[in-house]
């Protein structure tokens, strides 16, 4: 069946990089997501990678593709507190569904 | 960006009441709609999903006569929780597809989410 599956939690300092990692089970997935939830609220859509792709970067965030592994990893350099929230990978299934993975928690030390 | 409004944020009731939530993309329009349930610390659970002018499609394990959908219009969907009861209590948030989301001529099928909605059943 289908599977994502990520870290609990994450914890760095400030102005270092963050590497969150996810791993995912069906192959045949066509875009794969990252979205930010900060408490309380919904997801926000940060950057997403279409399934032929190996990197793709926006900024501060850097997106790579393993497709051979199944191996999806967010990097956001120079993190922020304001970075700090739950981290969610998503791939879109054939039928169109996301399958979300259980959200990374970033902690931010000043 | 578009943008897809819940309503309300957050609400408590009574346990045997039912309790209606919103779902309203703002400008733009979605033929789907989704809705999601997230528990504490946990990810979002597919519940349904919602076509405008037709029945919704729930998850296996999801109630339909628990959770009620109806999708009126290209701008609104609408979760109803029937009867609730305090293990209902819960995070509820929907997402929206537009219809009309374009990348480089292919649409990525981008999700635009609700803020959430918090259920409190007494």
Redesign the interface.
Known sequence: GEDVEQSLFLSVREGDSSVINCTYTDSSS??L?W?KQEP??????LT?I?SNMDMKQDQRLTVLLNKKDKHLSLRIADTQTGDSAIY?CAE?NQG???I????T?LSVKP | GAVVSQHPSWVICKSGTSVKIECRSLDFQATTMFWYRQFPKQSLMLMATSNEGSKATYEQGVEKDKFLINHASLTLSTLTVTSAHPEDSSFYICSARDRGSRFGGANTGELFFGEGSRLTVL
């Open positions: 066509t875009y997501y979205y309380g609220a919904g997801l926000q859509l997403y279409f969610f879109r169109g569904k996301l979300f993975g259980q959200g928690e």
